[in-house]
């Protein structure tokens, strides 16, 4: 599992590029697709996940629908289309930051010794 420290700064980007792939999710389900595709190594939990989307919620972000399953009510999270714009960006941007980071990870000793 990853520190909070590296989640915290991504976990919006990971909820946006969700959605953008989904129609619409509830909660609990985009937790457990994180964990699926990470294989564990990233668990979303309660306590995050919902400060998240509901900033993201108050930010136009995403639109949400209560829907009634058995005699449960779930919310759904969407999309809305500033959100679909704004997953796109940042996807782009946390590229090309882990590129960045990419770069400075694997810089050879005698490299950073030329720029000192």
Known sequence: ??????????????????????????????????KEITEGKINLTEGALYPALHKLEADGLLSTEKIEVGNRVRKYYRLTQSGNNTAQEKVEELKEFMETLKSIINISPQKLAWSI
């Open 1 to 34: 599992m990853y520190s909070k420290e590296l989640l915290k700064g991504t976990l919006k980007t990971i909820i946006l590029k969700l959605l953008s792939e989904s129609d619409q999710m509830y909660g609990y389900q985009i937790t457990q697709k994180v």
